[in-house]
């Protein structure tokens, strides 16, 4: 189920934004956001930093084992979480060739002197457009497993020269990377 609501979150994204056409059966989009907080206290014995933006908010975060520098976090320490993500769409024409599912998860542990890393997903997906309705506008897909899904479509240029029976070959990758600084003195 996560990896179908990926998809539909991919193809949302990837029709829903402006996006600028790479070649005549290629096109993409990607965007970046970032979000600083500092450490209010952490709790060694169950994991857990809680952590208050410049707002004022403030959230609990469980550190899994796999934070393997927990140790070395400092309340006053200032977290940033970076988000990257990308859609990249390709219309695969009948006889074309669709390019093969690629579906992974990468992690990267930084080497500085605070604790930091990086985690990639990617996933690519082959699906059918069944329907395509210009007055609305907005398109209807089916997934390689047989589910539909429909998505508005906020720009029409997103959807020109797509037939129904086309193949669209999605990759949605996304990236989170998180570093630590100390307070500025």
């Known amino acids: 189920m996560t990896g179908q609501r990926s998809l539909c979150f991919a193809l949302t994204a990837l029709l829903g934004l402006a996006i600028a ?3 005549a059966q290629t096109v993409e989009q990607s965007g970046n956001i970032s979000k600083s907080a500092t ?3 952490i709790d060694h014995t169950n994991r857990g930093v809680t952590l208050k933006d ?4 403030i959230e609990d975060i469980h550190a899994g ?3 393997k520098r927990f140790d070395e976090l400092k309340i006053g320490d200032t977290v ?15 006889g074309g060739t669709a390019a093969p599912a690629q579906n992974g998860v990468s992690t990267v542990r930084g080497q500085g002197a605070k604790p930091s890393g990086a985690v990639t ?10 329907k395509i309705d210009a007055a609305i506008p907005s398109i209807t897909v089916k997934t390689a497993d047989g589910h539909s899904m ?3 479509v906020e720009d029409k240029k997103n959807i020109e020269g797509l037939k129904v029976g086309d193949k669209v070959t999605v990759t949605f990758t996304e990236a989170l990377m998180i570093t630590v600084e100390s307070p500025k003195k």
């Open 150 to 152: 429909s998505a508005k």
């Open 65 to 67: 084992p796999e934070i």
């Open 80 to 94: 940033t979480f970076s988000y990257h993500a990308a859609v990249v769409y390709q219309i695969v024409k009948p």
């Open 21 to 23: 056409p790479v070649s």
């Open 54 to 57: 410049a707002q004022g908010n």
């Open 121 to 130: 997903q990617q996933r690519t997906a082959t699906v059918t457009v069944e």
């Open 39 to 41: 450490i209010v206290a």
